[in-house]
């Protein structure tokens, strides 16, 4: 499944940049998210619950963020497994100068899911991550903004 997309934050550039490679700031705004544990440069061991329609379950795994160009961009990936299927993904996280001091961030990935929960909720995975993806980022602003 590819996801793309975009988000504007009112906020500089590199305070945007520090929140989304600091694993405090992901942990406590990607949902689901139980633990996140720095294991080696630039990589993290993770452990999340999450439901998609009627399959729910708590996923291992690990995340690793490569080709960091800061405060432009980074390249993610993530592999996860657990009793309801795995997750398999990678993407891009683009961030340029907005209007008005903000950034403006795109990203573009792609995901493939297996097991029970890809079987099950397949077509509900897109709308769902694209839910997460939108709470990821504004808790992450309302993190630099105090808002």
């Known amino acids: 499944m ?5 988000y504007t ?4 550039r590199q305070a ?10 992901i942990a406590g705004c990607l949902p689901g998210v139980e633990e996140l544990t720095k294991v080696g440069d630039n ?29 432009e961009s980074y390249e993610m990936q993530v592999e996860g497994s657990g009793r309801p299927g795995f997750v398999k993904g990678s993407g891009q996280i ?19 899911v297996g097991g029970p ?6 077509r509900m995975l897109g709308g769902v991550a694209r839910r997460m993806i ?5 808790c992450i602003e309302k993190q630099i903004t105090g808002g």
Do not use: C
């Open 94 to 112: 683009h961030l340029a100068q907005g209007v008005g001091g903000g950034t403006a961030i795109t990203y573009e990935g792609d995901v493939e």
């Open 9 to 12: 934050m009112q906020a500089a």
């Open 43 to 71: 990589e993290f061991t993770m452990a999340m619950t999450v439901g998609i329609g009627p399959v729910r379950g708590t996923y291992a795994g690990k995340v690793t963020l490569a080709n960091l160009n800061p405060p």
């Open 117 to 122: 929960v890809g079987s099950v909720a397949q």
């Open 2 to 6: 590819k996801i793309s997309g975009s």
């Open 134 to 138: 939108e709470q990821f980022f504004g």
């Open 16 to 25: 945007v940049w520090d929140k989304l490679i600091d694993p405090d700031a």
